[in-house]
């Protein structure tokens, strides 16, 4: 491994033992011995795997970073080239000209945003509980949870990305900061498109009262900065901030790729496009059928029964949606271990998301089933269920209480 690489790994250590100290968790040098050692084994085990190759990373990430190398790096943006958001590409294109292998380069920055989504996952578990430990548990367990492990540091991929900015945006409009919650859940959606997953919650928090209609306009506004490099470059405004919808016609005509979605229980289903207008759908309803309770209960809705609608919306939109592959519901795992850190009796949910997403990770990367993808999908809905009932008397709960206090 080169000595650069050693390096930044041991910024990137400071840069979270920086987040930690500023969120006031680490009390004393116990604590602080504690968390730095947990801090060095989760870089440690990151570096272990940096070596490793995917076949992502050799027919597209790989060739992507070549081409902006031979076409002058970031002057180069203005071209289209790859099908992943113009923010990334630009990510892309600003390393191309190192001397360090891309390899390292594209991993580096996935494991930084794994920080990012450990500090994300504390503060918003931090709404919920006063306790510190709570909050360090949560940190940790998302830097060790094996999906965002083998994520970034092994197959190369971003996900953390846009999950810690989806986290970061449902934690600063809970907590009333809702101008600079619109502006992380804009940028997790210019990065990546799979951010639609939760997106809808921003519809959730304005029935709330949780935000304002004008605070939308930070969402626009954010994708607009996002891809200025690219429109500097001589790329057209509208090309390069649609760049996501253009995705759509490299996903696959596939209705499940190796995704423990609700098609895992389907081997062949004749009609596809009929089969996929159905998916697309369900997951509609979904987010409409949460729309109507956040509606209904508007007035007494808390914090944590918004909690409990992000945590189902974040499974049950990529469950029904067609055309999943194996990372789809890498938000989902942080949301449910969100969820279990602020309340550990519900860990069984968060193992189960953690048990189906894994089935797929499996799948590709020893190219053979661990189980077959079914057997996740029905974990969910297990999942979803007891989701669902949570939801149920968590609001049944605040209309109790807010019986008693009008009598």
């Known amino acids: 491994m080169p000595f650069s690489v050693v390096v930044i790994l041991i910024v990137e250590a400071l840069c979270a033992l920086g987040l930690l100290y500023g969120s006031g968790v680490l009390k004393n040098v116990r604590v602080w011995l504690i968390a730095a050692a947990l801090t060095a084994a989760a870089l440690a085990l990151r570096g272990a795997l940096l070596r490793y190759e995917t076949l992502d990373y050799q027919d597209f990430l790989a060739v992507w970073v070549d081409w902006f190398r031979a076409n002058g790096g970031v002057h180069a943006l203005g071209m289209p080239v790859g099908n992943y958001n113009v923010p990334y590409l630009t990510l892309l294109a600003l390393f191309s000209g190192a001397q360090m292998p891309d390899l390292y380069w594209i991993k580096l920055i996935s494991i930084f945003f794994d920080l990012l989504l450990a500090w994300s996952a504390m503060q918003l578990v931090g709404l919920f509980t006063d306790k510190i430990w709570r909050r360090l548990l949560a940190f940790f367990l998302v830097l060790f949870w094996p999906t965002v492990v083998l994520n970034g540091a092994l197959w190369g991929q971003c996900d953390s990305i846009y999950s810690a900015l989806c986290l970061m945006g449902l934690w600063l409009i809970l907590a009333d900061r809702p101008w600079a919650?619109?502006?992380?859940?804009?940028?997790?959606?210019?990065?990546?498109?799979?951010?639609?997953?939760?997106?809808?919650?921003?519809?959730?928090?304005?029935?709330?009262?949780?935000?304002?209609?004008?605070?939308?306009?930070?969402?626009?506004?954010?994708?607009?900065?996002?891809?200025?490099?690219?429109?500097?470059?001589?790329?057209?405004?509208?090309?390069?901030?649609?760049?996501?919808?253009?995705?759509?016609?490299?996903?696959?005509?596939?209705?499940?790729?190796?995704?423990?979605?609700?098609?895992?229980?389907?081997?062949?289903?004749?009609?596809?496009?009929?089969?996929?207008?159905?998916?697309?759908?369900?997951?509609?309803?979904?987010?409409?059928?949460?729309?109507?309770?956040?509606?209904?209960?508007?007035?007494?809705?808390?914090?944590?029964?918004?909690?409990?609608?992000?945590?189902?919306?974040?499974?049950?939109?990529?469950?029904?949606?067609?055309?999943?592959?194996?990372?789809?519901?890498?938000?989902?795992?942080?949301?449910?271990?969100?969820?279990?850190?602020?309340?550990?009796?519900?860990?069984?949910?968060?193992?189960?998301?953690?048990?189906?997403?894994?089935?797929?990770?499996?799948?590709?990367?020893?190219?053979?089933?661990?189980?077959?993808?079914?057997?996740?999908?029905?974990?969910?809905?297990?999942?979803?269920?007891?989701?669902?009932?949570?939801?149920?008397?968590?609001?049944?709960?605040?209309?109790?209480?807010?019986?008693?206090?009008?009598?």
């Open 181 to 407: 919650g619109v502006t992380a859940m804009g940028a997790a959606f210019a990065f990546k498109l799979q951010a639609v997953f939760l997106l809808p919650m921003l519809l959730l928090f304005w029935i709330a009262k949780k935000l304002k209609w004008y605070h939308l306009a930070a969402f626009p506004a954010v994708n607009i900065v996002l891809v200025l490099p690219a429109v500097a470059a001589g790329r057209g405004l509208w090309d390069a901030l649609t760049v996501g919808f253009q995705q759509t016609d490299s996903i696959g005509a596939g209705l499940n790729y190796n995704s423990p979605s609700i098609f895992a229980f389907f081997r062949y289903i004749p009609n596809t496009q009929t089969a996929s207008a159905v998916g697309i759908a369900a997951a509609a309803l979904v987010i409409v059928l949460l729309a109507v309770v956040v509606w209904y209960f508007r007035s007494i809705a808390n914090n944590r029964a918004l909690l409990l609608c992000a945590v189902i919306m974040s499974i049950a939109v990529p469950f029904f949606l067609p055309h999943m592959h194996e990372r789809y519901f890498f938000c989902a795992d942080m949301m449910t271990l969100v969820l279990a850190c602020t309340e550990l009796w519900l860990a069984p949910i968060a193992l189960g998301c953690e048990y189906a997403s894994l089935l797929g990770y499996h799948a590709y990367l020893k190219m053979r089933y661990l189980h077959t993808m079914d057997h996740g999908a029905l974990v969910l809905i297990l999942a979803l269920g007891w989701l669902t009932a949570l939801l149920v008397k968590e609001l049944g709960r605040c209309r109790k209480e807010k019986h008693e206090k009008s009598s």
